[in-house]
């Protein structure tokens, strides 16, 4: 056999387990989401068709753009404070201490909670916000409130704080890496020029970093985006996000041709919102060359 | 290939389907699989039915009525039997998840309520779909630690009182819009027009600020009380309650001026089971003294089969669960399948949890 032909069969069995996989669980099933979304729905349940009621209805009924927009919110909300949360810690791990282990141990520190089921560290949260929770209890037996109060739990405030305690690690990750990617000498020349460490964090080590921050920013955005846990354990009445209305569609409404067209557009929301996060990560890799 | 080698390779072939056949056989012949309500199927009852049948039974839980069509249209044959309420029955039997019924194979099918076994709801084109199994009411409830005696509420108007602002809550359901429908005096609840439909709509948008949360299943409501999250909400009448109970948490339920909606819940066996004798096993158990004590015990609702409930139940038992007055059914407005309205249901329901 020639070598060329070896080279390519070995690389067709290299990436022909992971292509086979992208094609079977991820393209066909896209593909069958955007079939179902032109169905139609027929009482009890639906048949095939092809027309647009769908989408119009998403359009038409203010519900939907209303959840849409809170979902953003949440979403935003929660990406921005696990950034102002993240950021500051892995510029800390990276610069400020001293020893490795030390180093090591904080970096741990905030990947360990990871290995925790998701849905217990949001139950946690319950036992801790609730009317008679910890939160309360303290305040209470501190004399700081007189009675116990319900605005830590079941509201979008609860849903912030218990999404951006589960997101924060997934900004310090790639934080602590495009930090430690930066080349001392620059912030060495800086300093030897007189500027002051502000403005170096500012011209330099920020611009650097930027990609770190975007990609972790985006991780949690689009995590917050498709999160329909948060809503059920610790969200009130006013907690509904665009997951839920898509179980709801999937389930009681029995309207899967709705659901499937709603998760086209959340599929079209996360996308946009990935390929401008990569624009920004690779215009911050250029700055580096 | 020699001709040996390939009968050896048949042979093997042949034994190794026919062991197959035989396992998996064996296997499914001795289980009943259960998409069901939680306390349908707790040990206190069952583990005795399965050490005398050899029906091994395992169940799923629902948290609403909603729940069973989705999990019976994602197919795979997973479950036997469901038990919808009343006004779902309907909707199984015309979506075609479910298969008659052969009641000379349940020979006790004829000692349940006359009204609940030629309900329009499991009768269809002269067939029999399903053994009604045990019923009750919506009431509602309250605990009486923090609402006193002198502020007992006796109207749906108290779950729109500002002064339980963030201890209110109601069912994940759509029977929420039968009960905003009622609180403005529209008593016609399965049969709302679009006005009228976006009347309790509006209702209950209105009542938002005041919900602590949605409860979704039994044991959510449950915690929420436990937790004195929840002072006053809807329940399914004597369940939680007795849950409660043991918690030591106190609360009464009570029937509003403005009338309680009615439940039936029945056994409905899943179109092409293969587990058809232990079905039937189970549906004879859910209806004899075993089955319907059983099921009153545990979960405090009344039961479908009278002569059955007579002969367990203590007569304080008997009357406390009105199973000797047909009246106090007829005094609850009985769920009814809503039919192509569903949807608008549904719909309606999903717009209030979505609205700001």
Known sequence: MRLQTRKRLAAIGVLSPPLLWALVFLFIPYLIMFTYSFYLKKFPTFEAAFQFGNYAQLLLDPQYYQVLLRTAKISIMVAIFSALL?????YFLVFKIRSNRMRALLYMAVIVPLWVSYLLRAYTW???????GILNSFLVTTGILDKPTDIFLYNQFSMVLT???????????????????????LIEASKDLGVRPLRTFWSITLPLSTPGIAAGMTISFCLTFGDFIAPILVGGPDGFMIANVITAQFGAALNWP???ALSIVMLVVV???????DRLQRSGKLEIA | MSNRVKKLLKSTVAMTAASCIFASSAWSAGQVNLLTWEGYADDSFVKQFEEESGCEVSATYVGSNDDFAPKLAAGGGVYDMISPSIDTTKIMIEAGFVEEIDTSKVPRFSEIYEKFSTADGINHDGKVYGVPFSWGSIPFMYR????????????LKALWDPKYKGKISLWDDKSSLYVAARVMGTMNIYELNDTELDAAKAKLIEQKPLVRKYWSTAGELVDLYAGGEVWISNTWGGYQSNLLAEKNIPV???IPEEGAEGWMDSWMVVKGTANTECVYKFLNMAISEHGQCGMSNYNGYSSSNPVAAKKCMSPEQFTKLHQDDPDYLDSLLLWVNLGARLEHYTNAWNAVKSAN
């Open chain 1, 126 to 132: 319950k036992t801790i916000l609730g009317s008679e």
């Open chain 1, 271 to 277: 996308l946009t919102i990935i390929s401008l996060s």
């Open chain 2, 252 to 254: 009464k339920e009570f």
């Open chain 1, 163 to 185: 999404l951006t305690y589960i997101y924060v690690p997934f900004i310090v990750m790639p934080a602590y890496a495009s930090l430690e990617k930066i080349p001392r000498n």
């Open chain 2, 144 to 155: 009486t630690d923090k609402i006193s005696e002198a502020d007992a509420p006796t109207s």
């Open chain 1, 258 to 260: 709705l659901g499937a």
């Open chain 1, 86 to 90: 993240g950021y500051p810690f892995a």
